[in-house]
Every structure is written in structure tokens, then in C-alpha cells.
């Protein structure tokens, strides 16, 4: 839009709304109309008539009124969880990893003193199958952690992209697509993004 055409716009408003109008930027010259002159309103013009306020002037209709979408709070709340998740997941990854080096350590200190946990009650054997029980439970946890965290960063995303938009749309233009045969599934979204 050409900032003539703007100028325009705003003076055609004015008219309609009954107030004055004094062009605020002279014709540059480069082609474009001249500049409309408008007289200020002074006692001497006549009082324009009422006319019904435009639609974007008008006050908003009475009753309830409408509320703010929750779309982004919720959209960066999920992802701030997720994120914390999936740094989680990569904490307890890096502490099992910890774990399990103490574990192999001991176990060539057991095996150098040729100790043989064959049976239970052998203190340094059930140290060491402690430390080994600890590093798969630091590791389980930390897939718990990164998928969970995984799969809220994808919710998130996945409502950023499909939450309804002000004034309708949004998820009523969707539609799943889901195709199942004998040797594969899919599962899809379709509508227009």
C-alpha cells in the first residue's frame, strides 16, 4: 500500500466521523496526486450531520466479555517442562555414566584380588552389585525423563500449530488421516497449516 493511498484512507475516515483533517505530509512530487486539502472546521462550517460510527470505532457489543486465548501460556509452559524433562533425562544419562565407570573399577579391584561374586554375602560383591543396580536405575531414569520431556516439547509444538485462532478456525480445519494395512500404520494430521 502506497503511503498516498493511506493518506487517503485516514482522510476519507475523518469525513466520516465529522472532524477535521489537515494533511500532515506535503506531495512529494514523485508522481504522485497532489495533496488533498481539507479545510479545518471552524464555527463558520456547517455542524456535520450524526452518522453511524464505523465498525472498528464502535464499542465492543455489551455482555460478557470475550477472554484471552490461553494459546501461548500453555504452548511455553509445555515446553519449559519438556525442556526441564529432557535435562533431566541428560542429568541422570551423565550420573549413571558416573556410576558405571565405579562400577567397572571395582569390579577389576575384585577381580585383581581374585574375588569371585559367585555367591551373595561377599561384601565388596554386593557393593559392587549395588553400584551396578544403581547404574540401571540412573540409566532407566533417564530415558523416563528424556522421553517424557521429548514428548512435551512435540505437544508443544504440535499446539502451537493446531490451537484454534481468535475469532474460530483453527482445529475444526483439521483432520486425522490414519492408514493401517499388513505391514505398516501411519497416523497424520491434514488441514491446512
Known amino acids: 500500500m502506497k503511503f498516498y493511498d493511506l493518506r487517503l484512507q485516514i482522510r476519507d475516515r ?4 465529522g472532524c477535521s483533517y489537515r494533511d500532515p505530509a506535503p506531495s512529494s512530487g514523485l508522481g504522485e496526486e497532489p495533496r488533498p486539502v481539507v479545510k479545518p472546521m471552524t464555527q463558520e462550517t456547517k455542524e456535520p450531520e450524526k452518522k453511524e460510527v464505523p465498525k472498528e470505532f464502535a464499542p ?28 533431566l533425562g541428560v542429568g541422570f544419562f551423565v550420573a549413571s ?15 585383581d584380588g581374585g574375588i569371585r561374586c559367585e555367591t551373595r554375602g561377599i ?4 557393593e559392587y552389585g549395588a553400584m551396578k543396580q544403581s547404574y540401571f536405575d540412573l540409566q532407566t531414569a533417564g530415558i523416563a525423563a528424556t ?3 521429548g514428548g512435551l516439547l512435540v505437544t508443544s509444538a504440535i499446539l502451537a500449530v493446531v490451537w484454534p485462532q481468535e475469532g474460530g478456525g483453527g482445529v475444526a480445519s483439521f483432520r486425522p488421516v490414519v492408514s493401517v494395512s499388513d505391514r505398516a500404520s501411519y497416523f497424520g494430521v491434514a488441514g491446512s497449516f
Open 14 to 17: 475523518c469525513k466520516k466521523m
Open 60 to 87: 465492543p457489543p455489551e455482555g460478557k466479555p470475550k477472554a484471552p486465548s490461553a494459546k501461548w501460556p500453555v504452548v511455553i509452559s509445555t515446553a519449559a517442562v519438556g525442556a526441564v524433562g529432557v535435562g
Open 97 to 111: 555414566e558416573g556410576k558405571k565407570s565405579e562400577a567397572v573399577g571395582l569390579r577389576e579391584d575384585l577381580i
Open 123 to 126: 561384601v565388596p560383591c554386593d
Open 147 to 149: 522421553a517424557v520431556g
